[in-house]
């Protein structure tokens, strides 16, 4: 029997992986048929393929999975779970992966976390995207000088009707906000 590589609570990176997703265990019966990494839009852009990733975490490669960029190239397009013959959660393993990454402060050379956390703050403020709050806010604590270069840009999708210059709130915001709040207890979070 191969021995996995554990983590300080003496538990490998695998299991850890399958204890946060709901059906996790089909991480398990991964063939490394390719499928995901086949379907993948984005793949090209990932530092490794859902595949490589899914042989990286059973390998106990847990430095190398979060912080690597794949988890955050991801878009959730379903297309890898719809097609992998042994039905796993590829989509909520990317989830997780984004999860464990954050919490572990592995999530370097990436932008993606400020900018969820951008987006998801103006989710809760108006039931909806902004753009223009999303980007003003994202590039202004974030990366400050360039939003000069976003300018022109801003500026071609305004006069274009693509952007709006104030928020719209969606109606009954309070039930939104009771979601959220009901998925913060069930999830643990704050």
Same mark, same amino acid.
């Given at each position: 029997? /191969? ?10 990176? %695998?299991?850890?992986? /399958? ?6 265990? &089909?991480? %398990? ?5 390719? @499928?995901?990494?086949?379907s993948c839009p984005n793949g090209p852009d990932m530092d490794?393929?859902?595949?490589s990733i899914f042989a990286l975490i059973a390998a106990g490669?847990?430095?190398k999975v979060l912080s690597s960029n794949t988890m955050w ?5 379903? *297309? ?14 990317? =989830? *997780?992966?984004?999860?464990?990454? %954050? &919490? ?8 993606? +976390? ?10 809760? &403020? =108006? !039931?909806? @995207? ?7 806010? =994202?590039?202004?604590?974030?990366? +400050? ?6 300018? +022109? ?30 998925? &913060?207890?069930?999830? !643990?979070?704050?």
């Amino acid at each position: 029997m /191969i021995a996995m590589p554990t983590d300080q609570r003496g538990m490998a990176f %695998l299991d850890e992986v /399958i204890e946060e997703v709901p059906g996790g265990e &089909r991480l %398990l019966h991964c063939l490394q048929c390719g @499928s995901c990494s086949g379907s993948c839009p984005n793949g090209p852009d990932m530092d490794y393929t859902p595949r490589s990733i899914f042989a990286l975490i059973a390998a106990g490669q847990r430095e190398k999975v979060l912080s690597s960029n794949t988890m955050w190239c991801c878009v959730s397009c379903y *297309a890898c779970t719809t097609r992998c013959p042994q039905n796993i959660p590829i989509t909520d393993v990317m =989830y *997780a992966l984004k999860r464990i990454s %954050l &919490r572990e402060g592995m999530a370097t050379g990436t932008d993606a +976390p400020a900018l969820a956390k951008t987006f998801t703050g103006l989710l809760e &403020r =108006y !039931g909806r @995207s902004f753009e223009l709050g999303l980007a003003s806010r =994202y590039y202004l604590f974030n990366k +400050p000088l360039s939003m000069l270069k976003m300018g +022109p840009l801003g500026f071609s999708m305004f006069t274009r009707g693509r952007m709006s210059l104030t928020p719209t709130r969606i109606r009954q915001l309070d039930q939104l906000h009771a979601i959220i709040e009901k998925a &913060r207890q069930l999830g !643990g979070a704050t």
